[in-house]
């Protein structure tokens, strides 16, 4: 028997699965003309029947009914060789979920870092409010700002967080407030996250409800986005001001500061094996926590 092609294989696994030499055709972009030649050339060099045709369909003989139970699966298994080769030669790249918040403040900015260190892996940023199903792989890893127990996954805490109010040093033309209670008598600034002035005004002794002069926004960025602008007071937390305190863009108007009701945490799924590139962004990015830690957290209690 002479050598049998491998697109003449093709053609017949395609033309049984779908009990149609045209769709077949449409499947493996060619005319139907060339499926049937194919056909007929695998049945030529094998001697036997594979298709009978019955009315207008094209049915399957017994011996062709026994020749697709036997190449289908090495056919499929060809097919996902080539697709893991293919996968393979392409750059490794990781889908990291997070707040925009905390991806515009914190993590863009430390980026370059990880990538001087692994410059063949792309990372992927997905910056949205909403969590995004780690089980079925809609990202690799999350940062998540809760208390750490999210349903099917395991959160390891990284980055833990202090809040303080924070303003513009040009803000009501740096007349700022002299104590907590005084507060009530400025513009403050909130976002959709009430927990974190509810947790300032409790450390302060003072009641959030007696503020009077308020603007609210759908999110922290636009919050923070009005006190440098100085329109008013906002909450602000370490990661997301540390910079523009550095930067005299906000300054603290209080050395009171309270520990924060959340922290930030990676996040995985539960059972999912990860891939060393993987694992290597979560010892940076523990690394990088640490070392905010060490030295913004720890400013800001020598000032408190």
Not at 146 to 151: D, I, L
Not at 210 to 232: C, K, P, R, T, W
Not at 264 to 277: D, F, N, Q
Not at 288 to 295: D, I, L, T, V
Request: proline share 5%; net charge positive; hydrophobic share 40%.
């Amino acid at each position: 028997m002479r050598p049998i092609p491998l697109h003449a294989l093709h053609a017949f696994e395609s033309a049984a699965r779908h009990n149609s030499y045209s769709l077949a055709a449409e499947e493996l972009h060619v005319t139907h003309s060339a499926i049937s030649q194919q056909i007929r050339t695998l049945e030529s060099t094998i001697g036997v029947a594979l298709f009978e045709r019955k009315g207008r369909q094209m049915l399957l003989t017994r011996e062709g009914a026994l020749l697709f139970k036997r190449i289908q699966p090495p056919l499929q298994q060809i097919g996902r060789a080539v697709s893991d080769v293919g996968l393979a030669s392409r750059a490794p790249s990781i889908t990291v979920t997070t707040l925009q918040s905390f991806a515009n403040h914190w993590l863009l900015p430390r980026m370059g870092k990880f990538q001087k260190l692994q410059p063949h892996v792309a990372v992927h940023i997905q910056a949205s409010p909403d969590l995004k199903d780690l089980q079925r792989g809609e990202a690799d890893i999350a940062i998540r700002y809760g208390r750490g127990a999210w349903k099917g996954c395991d959160a390891e805490k990284v980055l833990e967080e202090w809040v303080f109010p924070v303003c513009s040093p040009a803000f009501n033309k740096g007349r700022l407030p002299k104590s907590p209670e005084s507060l009530k008598r400025f513009r403050i600034l909130r976002d959709d996250c009430q927990i974190e002035w509810n947790t300032w005004a409790k450390h302060a002794q003072i009641d959030p409800s007696e503020f009077v002069h308020e603007a609210s926004y759908s999110d922290s960025n636009l919050m923070l986005g009005a006190a440098i602008a100085g329109q008013g007071i906002a909450i602000g937390r370490t990661s997301l001001v540390s910079a523009d305190l550095s930067a005299r863009r906000l300054v603290r108007v209080f050395d009171l500061i309270a520990p924060a009701s959340y922290s930030y945490y990676l996040v995985t799924a539960t059972g999912r094996s990860k891939s060393p590139h993987l694992l290597a962004f979560e010892q940076w990015l523990r690394e990088e926590a640490a070392a905010f830690m060490h030295k913004e957290i720890k400013s800001l209690k020598l000032a408190a």
